[in-house]
């Protein structure tokens, strides 16, 4: 079994910087790709960034230049350091991470795990 637990959400102004978190625990040997999504009210959920184990990125063009993802695969940790911040960029951020390889004989992938959500809301 796989958990992810998310942290650093919170209220920021436009034009602030929040740095998020997401912690994977459980029988882990490795994590091909981890991201963040994110859902405004009454809208869908939506990619915001990822990064796979080799460090290979890619971001929603509406994040480019103002989002980084990076990840530190010895923790099994993602994180996303969101600068130049603007209301439009409120909503519940979601850890995923898929494609994981857990123990067991023989190890086996599993796939499409999330954090609970955390709230980002900026707002003067």
């Known amino acids: 079994q796989v958990q992810l637990v998310e942290s650093g959400g919170g209220l920021v102004q436009p034009g602030g910087s929040l740095r998020l978190s997401c912690a994977a625990s459980?029988?882990?040997?490795?994590?091909?790709?981890m991201g963040w999504y994110r859902q405004a009210p009454g809208k869908q959920r939506e990619l915001v960034a990822g990064?796979?184990?080799?460090?290979?990125?890619n971001y929603a063009d509406s994040v480019k230049g103002r989002f980084t993802i990076s990840r530190d695969n010895a923790k099994n940790t993602v994180y996303l350091q969101m600068n130049s911040l603007k209301p439009e960029d409120t909503a519940v951020y979601y850890c995923?991470?898929?494609?994981?390889?857990?123990?067991?004989?023989?190890?086996?992938?599993?796939?499409?795990?999330w954090g609970q959500g955390t709230q980002v809301t900026v707002s003067s």
């Open positions: 459980g029988s882990i040997i490795s994590i091909n790709v």
């Open positions: 990064i796979t184990n080799d460090g290979t990125t």
């Open positions: 995923n991470a898929d494609r994981i390889l857990t123990q067991g004989v023989p190890p086996i992938y599993t796939s499409d795990y």
